[in-house]
């Protein structure tokens, strides 16, 4: 079965502890994705990588980092530095895009961290 | 920047049909896509819109229109599973790179 897999599903963390959020694809996408999601305000980028070993900021990545040292994993680590990091963190991955093809967005089931 | 404005929720009944508008603010970008989240689930891609007009894909439609800056999402034969959360997201012409930038999302409860 080809597909997305985030764990834990469920994560509770101390205020001031750094936490790793794993993302694993298994469809040799190029491209993946972090976005955070808090109730209504939509999808928000913090991260993206189009290739290995390349990654770039998004909207949110203060606070945030990653790392894409395989195709298949792109790790995201909340900070301390993250101000508000209680939110629902969904990864995903597509095909790398370019000119006017577009390539749907496949994510994970993500990750809902609670700091305490 | 881009920005776009959706509803925050729409009610409607089994069996209806019901429209999810989405406007938008960008300088140039490939198309508008629409996306359904379940609560608590992961988004699920429902279409995309790279030429005005209408796409069908089963019960579901979707129609831009680039000089309105407009685009809808359009449910038919309405289902309790398609009370959701639907998203458009827009897709901006940057630096070569392909990034959607998603509204804030619309809740739809269907009732019985």
């Known amino acids: 079965d080809g597909g997305i897999t985030q764990s834990p599903k469920y994560l509770f963390r101390k205020e001031g502890q750094n936490v790793t959020l794993s993302c694993e694809q298994n469809l040799n996408h190029d491209a993946m994705y972090w976005y955070r999601q808090d109730p209504g305000q939509g999808l928000r980028l913090i991260y993206y990588s189009q290739i290995v070993n390349d990654f770039q900021k998004g909207d949110i990545a203060e606070g945030y980092s990653v790392s894409r040292e395989k195709k298949e994993s792109f790790p995201l680590t909340v900070t301390s530095a993250q101000k508000n990091p209680t939110a629902f963190y969904l990864c995903?991955?597509?095909?790398?895009?370019?000119?006017?093809?577009?390539?749907?967005?496949?994510f994970g089931p993500g990750t809902r961290l609670t700091v305490l | 920047g881009q920005s776009l404005e959706q509803p925050s929720e729409v009610t409607a009944v089994e069996g209806a049909i019901v429209q999810i508008n989405c406007t938008y603010q960008?300088?140039?970008?490939?198309?508008l896509s629409w996306y359904q989240q379940h609560d608590g689930g992961a988004p699920t891609f429902l279409s995309y819109?790279?030429?005005?007009g209408l796409e069908e894909t089963g019960r579901f439609s979707s129609f831009l229109s680039r000089s309105d800056s407009y685009g809808y999402l359009l449910l038919q034969e309405l289902q309790m599973k398609d009370s959701a959360s639907y998203f458009c997201?827009?897709?901006?012409?940057?630096?070569?790179?392909?990034?959607?930038?998603f509204g804030r999302g619309t809740s739809l409860i269907v009732h019985p």
């Open positions: 960008t300088s140039g970008f490939y198309g």
């Open positions: 995903a991955s597509s095909i790398e895009g370019t000119g006017d093809s577009y390539n749907e967005q496949f």
């Open positions: 819109n790279a030429l005005d």
């Open positions: 997201a827009v897709h901006p012409r940057s630096g070569g790179s392909y990034i959607p930038t």
